[in-house]
């Protein structure tokens, strides 16, 4: 079956870059997402990369797919302490019925000292 | 929009009592996902339903957990008899459209006891 691995705590500081990597073994996957999770909330969709893209930039958020190497990255610029969170990597895949399902990883704890 | 609403929030509960947990999802989203996230397992489907209808329900745990959706805009989760191990955060979600771009609920903390 699918399955999604990220490693699962990440520490930076104030002002440098994070990156989050995810690795996933579906090649059949459409998409791939970022959520991210507050504490106490639910999660919420950062981004997201259609698979045959290779980057995508949005704003501080730059997103890295090598499809070959089942890879994704995010890469988040000059990381403030509002961007402490529980990132999940998850990629969707046609589950029949014209929807889709999302596999998601466990999620990388990012902490961000000031 | 208000969201998907879940609730309840928090639920404290004695081992073998019933537990519904119940979610709103946002009008007009015709697919609709319960996760349990654990810190051992994370997130993990347990049913999705597509315009009403349970699709995919591999993911709960055994026979004790059921879940139905009436109609459009509403759902239940049911644990009978409940037990210390589902003690988890359960989330409810909703999308629509083949992006499969998932809206989350704040979730319901359930504590056994």
């Known amino acids: 079956g699918e399955d999604v691995e990220q490693s699962l705590f990440l520490s930076v500081r104030e002002g440098d870059s994070s990156v989050i990597n995810c690795t996933y073994t579906d090649s059949s996957s459409t998409y791939l997402y970022w959520y991210k999770q507050e504490p106490g909330a639910g999660l919420q969709l950062l981004t997201y990369i259609f698979s045959n893209m290779d980057m995508k930039q949005d704003q501080r958020l730059t997103v890295l797919l090598n499809k070959k190497d089942k890879h994704l990255s995010l890469r988040i610029a000059d990381t403030q302490t509002g961007d402490s969170a529980i990132y999940f990597c998850?990629?969707?895949?046609?589950?029949?019925?014209?929807?889709?399902?999302?596999?998601f990883g466990k999620g990388t704890k990012l902490s961000v000292i000031p | 929009d208000a969201g998907v609403i879940q609730s309840p929030r928090h639920e404290v509960t004695e081992m073998g009592q019933e537990v519904t947990l119940r979610c709103k999802p946002i009008s007009g989203h015709n697919s609709l996902f319960w996760y349990r996230q654990t810190m051992m397992r994370g997130l993990e489907l347990l049913i999705y339903f597509n315009n009403n209808v349970p699709i995919d329900d591999s993911g709960m745990p055994e026979d004790r957990f059921s879940a139905k959706m009436p109609n459009a805009s509403f759902s239940t989760l049911k644990i009978q008899p409940s037990e210390p191990r589902d003690s988890a955060v359960y989330f409810c979600?909703?999308?629509?459209?083949?992006?499969?771009?998932?809206?989350f609920g704040e979730g319901s903390r359930l504590t056994v006891l």
């Open positions: 979600a909703s999308s629509f459209g083949v992006l499969g771009e998932l809206f």
């Open positions: 998850a990629e969707s895949s046609p589950s029949g019925a014209g929807s889709y399902q999302l596999t």
